[in-house]
């Protein structure tokens, strides 16, 4: 599977921001989804997931009530709603799926990455 992240750009805290994950390919609906972001000089870091049906939801705890992840199957695109944004929210902002039929714990690997797309957040 082939992901593309858009979406990202700069905002001030308090807002709100939609990231979009496009994937390629005719199974996209067997293949859980996530978010990763990486915040300058830090690593990566997990922000959210989804299963494949989009019945399960993770969150790190950092971003839980405030963000939501979802996917829409028969557009092949998970989304990312992002709301009351942080300046500490500023990152690059990745799409990533693990190999399919996976079922998403806490020590999946996520085999398939997008190109990053950047939130910044103003103080």
């Known amino acids: 599977v082939q992901l593309q992240a858009s979406g990202g750009g700069l905002v001030q805290a308090g807002g709100s921001l939609r990231l979009f994950c496009a994937a390629s390919?005719?199974?996209?609906?067997?293949?859980?989804m996530g978010w990763f972001h990486q915040a300058p000089g830090k690593e990566r870091e997990f922000v959210a997931a989804?299963?494949?049906?989009?019945?399960?939801?993770y969150y790190a705890d950092s971003v839980k009530g405030r963000f939501t992840i979802s996917r829409d199957n028969a557009k092949n695109t998970v989304y990312l709603q992002m709301n009351s944004l942080k300046p500490e929210d500023t990152a690059v902002y990745y799409c990533?799926?693990?190999?399919?039929?996976?079922?998403?714990?806490?020590?999946?690997?996520?085999?398939?990455w997008g190109q990053g797309t950047l939130v910044t957040v103003s103080s």
């Open positions: 990533a799926a693990p190999l399919p039929d996976t079922i998403v714990v806490v020590t999946t690997t996520f085999d398939y």
């Open positions: 989804i299963s494949w049906s989009g019945g399960s939801t």
């Open positions: 390919g005719r199974t996209f609906s067997s293949y859980a």
